[in-house]
C-alpha cells in the first residue's frame, strides 16, 4: 500500500490520474494538492469522498514538508503546472514561478522528509512534463527519444526543460529517487476548453469559429489521457529511478484531420439524436449545416512549433506499455463524455465554479 501526494490533481490530466489510481488502488491513502487555478476544478474530483483534498500551492515548501510527514506520504505525482502554451506567450511569468521554482519547492520538501530527516523509507518523485522540451522536427526527422537533446521553444516549454534538469538534479547529487515521463497531446475528459481538441469541440456545439493558427499543417502525437495514466502506473511500478521514459499516443496527425474529426463527429451525433439540435441551437450542425463551416484561419502562434512525434520504444520495451485506444475510439470517448457533462465545461468557462467554490468552502477554506 503506498501514500501518493498529487500535486495538480484538479487539473485535467491529475484528475484523470486520481480518478484512474483510485479505480485501481483502492487501499492507496491520496492527498491531493492543488492552487485551484483558472484549470484545477474541485468539481473534476466529484465522487471521491475518501480523498483528502489541499487547496494549496506547491511553492509553499513548509506545507508540502507537513503533508509529507502528516500524510506518511512515500509517493509524489507531480503534474502541477502553467501548461497553456498560447499563455506562456502572453505572460511567461507565472510559468517561471509555477513550473521553475514550484517544482524546486517540491524537491525541496521531498529532500527534507525524505533523506535530511533520515527516514531511509523507500519514496519516489515522479515529475510529469511534456515532448515539448525537445522542440520542433522537420517533417523527415526520427521521433523524439529519451536521447534527443532539449530544445525548448516556448516560455512553457523553456520553464518544463528547467524543472527536468532540476529532478534530474536532485537525484544526481542528493540521491531523491525520481523518476520523469515526457509525453505528447493528452485529450479526455475534464480538458479545460483552451486546448484545441476541447475548445473546438465546443465551438462546434455553440456556434463559434474555429481559430486555426497558421496553415493548420503542425503535427502532433495524440494520447488519450487514459492511456497516460497507464503509462505512469508502470513507470511507478516498475520504472528504474533516475531515468525518464516517453509516453505517446501513437497518433501523429496534423491539426486539419483532427479539426476535421471533431466536426465530423459532431454532425453524425446531431444526426443520430434530434434533441441535440433542442439543446445547441446555435451549432450549424443544430440547422443541417456541416460544423467545418466554422472553421477560419487566423493569425499564427508565435514560434509555434511544427511537429512533434515520439519514440516510445523505452516504454514499451522496459516496461511494456501500448496505448489501448486510437484515436478515432479516444476521439468518439471525448465527444461523448463533453456532450453528457455541459455542466462541467459551462461551470468551467463562465467562471459560476468560483462562485460555486466560494459559496460551498468559504474564501479561507483550505482543506475539502
Ligand atoms: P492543467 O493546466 O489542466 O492543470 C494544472 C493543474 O495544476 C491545475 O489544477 C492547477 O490548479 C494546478 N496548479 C497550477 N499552479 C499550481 C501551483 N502553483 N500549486 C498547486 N497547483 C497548481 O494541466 P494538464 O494539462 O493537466 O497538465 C498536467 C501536467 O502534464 C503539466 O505538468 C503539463 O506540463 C504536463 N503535460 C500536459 C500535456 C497535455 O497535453 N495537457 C502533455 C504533456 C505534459
Ligand atoms: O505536446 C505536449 C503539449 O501539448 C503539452 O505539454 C501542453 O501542456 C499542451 O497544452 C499541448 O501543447 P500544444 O500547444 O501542442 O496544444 P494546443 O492544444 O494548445 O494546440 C494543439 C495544436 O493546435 C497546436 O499546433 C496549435 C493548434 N491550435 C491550438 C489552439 C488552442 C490552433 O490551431 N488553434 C487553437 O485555437
Known sequence: MANLLVTGGAGFIGANFVHYWREHHPN???????????????????????????????????????????????????????????????????FIDTNITGTHSLLKAAKSEWLDRGSGRPHRFHHISTDEVYGSLGPDDPPFSELTPYAPNSPYS????????????????????????????????????????????????TGKPLPIYGDGMNVRDWLYVKDHCRGIELVLDRGQVGQTYNIGGGEELPNLTVIDVIC???????????????????APAAKGQASSSLKTFVTDRLGHDRRYAIDERKIQEELGYRPARDFKSGLAATVDWYLAHENWWRAVMDGSYRVWLERNYGSRATVG
Not at 526543460?161 to 515521463?181: E, I, K, M, N, P
Not at 465530423?264 to 446555435?282: C, I, S
Open 264 to 282: 465530423a463527429a459532431v454532425d453524425e451525433r446531431f444526426n443520430a439524436d434530434p434533441a441535440l439540435a433542442a439543446r445547441f441551437p446555435d
Open 158 to 205: 523553456a520553464s518544463k526543460a528547467g524543472s527536468d534538469h532540476l529532478v534530474r538534479a536532485y537525484h544526481h547529487t542528493f540521491g531523491l529517487q525520481t523518476t520523469t515521463t515526457n509525453c505528447s497531446n493528452n485529450y479526455g475528459p475534464y480538458q479545460f476548453p483552451e486546448k484545441l481538441i476541447p475548445l473546438f469541440l465546443i465551438n462546434c456545439l
Open 28 to 94: 492507496d491513502g491520496m492527498v491531493v494538492l492543488d492552487a485551484l487555478t483558472y484549470a484545477g476544478n474541485r468539481t473534476s474530483l466529484a465522487g471521491l469522498e475518501s480523498l483528502r483534498f489541499v487547496h494549496g500551492d506547491i511553492r509553499a515548501t513548509e506545507i508540502v514538508s507537513s503533508l509529507i510527514r502528516d500524510h506518511d506520504i512515500d509517493t509524489i505525482v507531480h503534474f502541477a503546472a502553467e501548461s497553456h502554451v498560447d499563455r506562456s506567450i502572453d505572460g511567461p511569468d507565472a
